[in-house]
């Protein structure tokens, strides 16, 4: 069973930065499982942030960006704003039509 | 704009049955992959199923094959999850969400999600 890692929670300073990553228990996050980040608020849809590893979804801020970090892939938010302070989830493509969900990080800006 | 909605959740018994629906707009629904995805109470994102554009490729997470299936309706824009023998940890909130396949895979829009319970 493949399982994919994410911190549980994080906390940043308004106007500070954060990466958040996303692993594999057993292995490492390529470019090749397709990484992507989604944000979501308290009962909101997800909303689309990073896709491709490091592609801004339309309209998505340039403070939040995406990259691969050692064998894990990242979501850095640079210069943490108030309305930041959501749910984050990386999701793998593992090919074959399957994806695999982290258990997504509550971010705290405080 | 692209827009999603999903209906026909509700509160069924275990062991039960419930079909839910997702009415797109706003693309041309046969060229695109779509999927469901589903968020227990206090819990993260779970992938359960997807289907391809044409309907010919169905994909189940292990915790669902067997007992749910997943469906399209070019012909009404309609996407729909066939739920049978429901257990207590299928409640969820289930979003339809569309893909984008090739040459990068993600989910680029997502409905607003409907809630199922299973409880007796």
């Known amino acids: 069973q493949t399982v994919v890692t994410q911190e549980p929670s994080f906390s940043v300073s308004p106007g500070g930065t954060v990466t958040l990553t996303c692993g594999l228990r057993?292995?490492?996050?390529?470019?090749?499982?397709?990484p992507s980040w989604y944000q979501q608020t308290p009962g909101q849809a997800p909303r689309t942030l990073i896709y491709?590893?490091?592609t801004r979804s339309s309209g998505v801020p340039d403070r939040f960006s995406g990259s691969i970090l050692g064998n894990k892939a990242a979501l850095t938010i640079t210069g943490a704003q108030a309305d930041d302070e959501s749910h984050y989830y990386c999701?793998?493509?593992?090919?074959?039509?399957?994806?695999?969900f982290g258990g997504g990080t509550k971010l705290t800006v405080l | 704009e692209v827009q999603l909605l999903e209906s026909g959740g509700g509160l069924v018994q275990p062991g039960g049955s419930l079909r839910l629906s997702c009415a797109a707009s706003?693309?041309?629904?046969?060229?695109?992959?779509l999927s469901w995805v589903r968020q227990a109470p206090g819990k993260g994102l779970d992938w359960v199923s997807t289907?391809?554009?044409?309907?010919?490729?169905?994909y189940y997470a292990d915790s669902v094959r067997g007992r749910f299936t997943i469906s399209r309706d070019n012909s009404k824009n309609t996407l729909y999850l066939q739920m049978n023998s429901l257990r207590v940890e299928d409640t969820a909130v289930y979003y339809c969400?569309?893909?984008?396949?090739?040459?990068?895979?993600?989910?680029?829009?997502w409905g607003r999600g409907t809630l199922v319970t299973v409880s007796s």
């Open positions: 491709n590893t490091d």
């Open positions: 969400a569309k893909d984008y396949w090739g040459p990068y895979w993600y989910f680029d829009f």
């Open positions: 706003g693309f041309t629904f046969s060229t695109y992959a």
């Open positions: 057993s292995g490492s996050v390529s470019t090749s499982y397709f």
């Open positions: 289907i391809s554009g044409a309907g010919s490729g169905t």
């Open positions: 999701v793998l493509y593992m090919g074959a039509g399957i994806w695999v």
